[in-house]
């Protein structure tokens, strides 16, 4: 089975990858196919997408670059009294939302008087194309439908009062303004976007001097305020420092205490330590006692239940007397098998088996007894551990309440010594630099008038409108192919069908269906008169086991040239054998009227009827035998199906050497299934770009379904120069024989009809 299996899965694997690679090789003919259009969509779309940026009003980007320092923190800073002064990331955060403030934009339209430039004051903005309150108003939609508006909300929107106008331009230009932070570092850039490149500088450069100033201003009021508090806050430092002293040399003269410090810290030392054992004897004794349990628990099992106690069982001497046992056991159990119970082997086995069942046992009462003993130390132990942490409890709990109270005491001393110490070192610095602050922030790089500009971004647009207008273009041009469900090349028609493609005939432009069904005999078309004998070939190579005798010529729907290519694959025929063609359309039949038989002209239908004889009915057209429809009758149905008619075809097929029958269309009547019955081979004409593939597909299942001998299909009417330029492959012989629509074009008064 394995043999097998594995060619299938190879065979399965390699047409997979055959099918699959197809798909991808189709997609690409397809975009190659309409190449020149997809080019097309690109080229207009970058065009149109290049002019709209030039329509588009350029903006500058100016910015200036700041360093923002951190003070280092001192012990008691005014800063930090503030709440200003951060630390690391929150610091820098907070810069560079003071940096995005309201306040500092308001000074800086103040300062350029940016109310009055053109670009910000509202007064000299364009009107809207559409001014949708006006039209609101005229319609009166108010009084139907009560409707407010922001505009009416404001007290007077058509001339604002200065202090609107003032809101308005600064909330447009912090719209403008932009912080980058530079990496990792306290360097930030300042940048504010405006269609004037020197008016962007101006602005930015504000923005940075600005900034530095509000903080200068601030550090300012700060010591100010700073110098008078602390003045008043030093007074009552000094009091409070006083009467925290005399609170702690009073208690200690009181209770007459030396170093109590030193004492108190090594009784807690050693309760610390005792209490670390004791929790740890604690433990000890509650493992103990646990495995002393299950030991008491199981005792009444034997020494063998003990030996599955987890305490025992994890001893490495008890899994190495286990594993002894079991392979002394395993060793017994093995000879048993081969000798009796009285081998000197098996005696053996058992005496080893018996001397490894001892020593387990004796081991596994050793180590219960060693469990028993641990239980017992431990218990010792845990009590004269508590008895210890109980006896230095009672020693330093007295000194321990006056350790606290002198500690107490001694921490309030240090915490107002230390206030009052900073407090006067911060006075004495306030006071001396009150004058000389400085910003944390400086300009490293002040800003330029830009050269370029950053919106928009042309080349970006117009490489990002053509790779769209690309992917659109390619995207529409295989939905297309997906929506052209039909048949265009050979692999088509074979992967689809798994049918082979006994040939493809050209389309013929400009001839009458006459000319068409006689245009093999008249050879004025190469290429097509080759195509006719290349499936005349295709169907002698397939015959060659078991002759076909009888053709039968079939087609989807009406219109797609069966009736052609059985004429003009009768004519080829002809050449080498005798031929009968047969007009078995006998709903609409064209055999008569393609070579102008006269009108009434006994056929087929005629000679099933028994109306008419063979000599009467069969007619030579340039050597070859022809039976029209005949006259056309009310039950074509029952005609083919008949005794008759069977009896018929089997005359014909001993006079003839080869016997072509026009069948009708499979889809429109169920004439073309009773004919199958007849045929040794059969053909399914197609008619390229036109016939719909579930259409053929389901037509195809018919004919098989009801065992007909398909042998090909004809694909017909193909546009070869159209096929060539979208990259299908036709096997080359057009190219060969040099094939010109042109060249073999006549004039015609009636469009193709074939």
Not at 103 to 123: C, I, M, S, Y
Not at 237 to 256: D, I, S
Not at 338 to 360: F, Q, T
Not at 689 to 694: R, S, V
Request: hydrophobic share 40%.
């Amino acid at each position: 089975m394995d043999t097998t299996a594995a060619p299938k899965e190879r065979t399965w694997i390699a047409r997979r990858l055959e099918n699959d690679a197809p798909d991808l090789l189709q997609a690409w003919r397809t975009i190659w196919r309409r190449k020149w259009s997809i080019l097309a969509l690109v080229s207009i779309v970058t065009m149109v997408a290049a002019l709209g940026t030039f329509a588009i009003t350029p903006t500058y980007r100016a910015g200036s670059t700041l360093l923002i320092e951190q003070k280092k923190a001192n012990v008691v800073s005014i800063e930090q009294v503030y709440g200003i002064e951060g630390a690391g990331y929150e610091y820098l955060q907070t810069q560079f939302e003071l940096l995005r403030s309201r306040g500092l934009a308001e000074r800086v339209v103040k300062k350029l008087n940016l109310t009055t430039h053109p670009a910000f004051d509202p007064r000299q903005q364009p009107a809207p194309l559409i001014d949708i309150k006006g039209l609101l108003s005229g319609f009166d939609i108010g009084q139907a439908i009560p409707v407010t508006l922001p505009e009416d909300l404001e007290e007077d929107s058509v001339d604002p009062v200065e202090a609107k106008i003032l809101d308005e331009v600064t909330k447009a230009f912090m719209k403008r303004v932009s912080i980058a932070p530079l990496g990792k570092s306290q360097l930030v850039k300042v940048q504010v976007d405006m269609d004037d490149p020197r008016l962007a500088a101006k602005a930015a450069n504000a923005l940075a001097d600005g900034f530095i100033e509000s903080q200068l201003e601030a550090s300012m009021e700060m010591s100010m305020s700073a110098t008078n508090w602390m003045n008043s806050r030093l007074q009552e430092l000094r009091v409070k420092l006083k009467e925290a002293e005399g609170k702690l040399q009073a208690f200690r003269e009181q209770e007459n205490l030396v170093d109590v410090d030193g004492v108190s810290t090594i009784n807690a030392a050693e309760l610390s330590a005792t209490s670390d054992r004791m929790i740890d004897a604690r433990r000890q004794r509650a493992e103990a006692e646990s495995q002393y349990r299950q030991v008491q628990a199981n005792r009444g099992g034997g020494w063998q239940k003990l030996a599955t106690l987890p305490a025992v069982l994890g001893d490495p001497l008890i899994q190495q007397f286990k594993a002894e046992e079991a392979r002394a056991r395993a060793k017994v159990d093995e000879l048993s098998k081969r000798y009796g119970k009285r081998h000197p082997a098996i005696e053996a086995a058992r005496s080893d088996l018996n001397a490894a069942s001892a020593s387990l046992r004796t081991q596994v009462e050793q180590i219960v007894a060693g469990i028993e003993r641990n239980y017992q130390l431990a218990q010792a132990n845990e009590s004269s551990l508590s008895a210890s942490v109980e006896a230095n409890k009672a020693q330093i709990q007295k000194i321990s309440r006056k350790e606290f109270q002198v500690r107490e005491l001694a921490r309030e001393v240090e915490a107002n010594r230390s206030l009052y110490d900073t407090f006067m070192t911060r006075l004495k610095e306030t006071t001396a630099t009150s004058d000389m602050d400085s910003a944390s922030a400086r300009v490293v790089d002040r800003a330029t008038p830009p050269t370029i500009p950053i919106s928009p971004q042309r080349s970006l647009i117009v490489s990002f409108a053509g790779v769209l207008a690309l992917m659109a273009g390619i995207g529409l041009c295989l939905v297309l192919e997906m929506l052209n469900n039909t048949f265009k090349s050979i692999e088509d028609v074979e992967s689809k069908l798994n049918l082979p493609v006994l040939g493809i005939l050209p389309l013929i432009k400009g001839r009458q269906r006459g000319e068409i069904a006689q245009l093999f005999t008249s050879d004025q078309d190469k290429a097509f008169s080759e195509a006719i004998r290349t499936i005349r070939t295709s169907l002698v190579l397939s015959d060659m086991h078991q002759r076909h005798r009888t053709l039968v010529v079939t087609s989807s729907l009406p219109g797609e040239g069966k009736s052609s290519v059985a004429a003009n694959l009768a004519y080829a025929f002809g050449q080498m054998e005798k031929v009968l063609l047969i007009d078995a359309d006998l709903r609409r039949p064209t055999l008569a009227k393609n070579f102008k038989f006269p009108v009434g002209s006994p056929g087929l239908a005629n000679l099933i009827a028994g109306t008419a004889r063979i000599e009467d009915c069969i007619r030579n057209v340039e050597g070859i035998d022809m039976l029209c429809a005949g006259l056309v009758p009310p039950n074509p149905l029952e005609l083919l199906s008949s005794e008759h008619f069977t009896k018929l075809i089997e005359f014909f097929k001993s006079r003839y050497d080869r016997v072509i029958i026009d069948s009708p269309p499979i889809q429109a009547v169920s004439d073309a299934s009773v004919l199958a019955i007849h045929a040794d081979a059969q053909i399914y004409v197609i008619k390229s770009e036109a016939t719909a593939i579930p259409l053929v597909k389901r037509g195809v299942g018919q004919l098989l379904q009801s065992n007909s001998p398909l042998t090909g299909v004809v694909l017909n009417q193909v546009d070869v120069h159209k096929a060539q330029k979208q990259g299908y492959n036709y096997g080359g012989y057009y190219d060969y024989y040099g094939y010109s629509g042109e060249a073999n074009r006549k004039p015609a008064t009636k469009p193709q009809k074939v």
